[in-house]
Nanobody, 120 residues
Framework: QRQVVESGGGLVQSGGSLRLSCIGSGFTFASYGMKWYRQAPGKERELVAA????????DYADSVKGRFSISRDNAENTVFLQMNSLKPEDTAVYYCNAVWSLDSLEAGYWGQGTQVTVSP
């Protein structure tokens, strides 16, 4: 069964930090690009960060540049999202997505999401 499972969400005060993790299984993790999306209540899903299969390319949404960092450990089939200087507007459900190509429109594999709540 091909799946990705997120963890690490929670409640944090403004200015705080969280690190999200996403473990992939059932597919060749090291061959897949990985993305983090988020969706806040009443808003569309937003791409937050992406990393190529070998970590050689990393993309960020303008809203998180300089605060968030995406990384991966292919030996552990895990991708991380380090979130620093969190703001209330970062509150959302964060989803992990595995795709063959970062530039394609494929659906790939999605997790169930992990809630991040940032209090003022």
């Amino acid at each position: 069964q091909r799946q990705v499972v997120e963890s690490g969400g929670g409640l944090v005060q403004s200015g705080g930090s969280l690190r999200l993790s996403c473990i992939g299984s059932g597919f060749t993790f090291a061959s897949y690009g990985m993305k983090w999306y988020r969706q806040a209540p009443g808003k569309e899903r937003e791409l937050v960060a992406a990393i190529a299969h070998d970590g050689g390319r990393r993309d960020y949404a303008d809203s998180v540049k300089g605060r968030f960092s995406i990384s991966r450990d292919n030996a552990e089939n895990t991708v991380f999202l380090q979130m620093n200087s969190l703001k209330p507007e970062d509150t959302a459900v964060y989803y992990c997505n595995a795709v063959w190509s970062l530039d394609s429109l494929e659906a790939g594999y999605w997790g169930q999401g992990t809630q991040v709540t940032v209090s003022p």
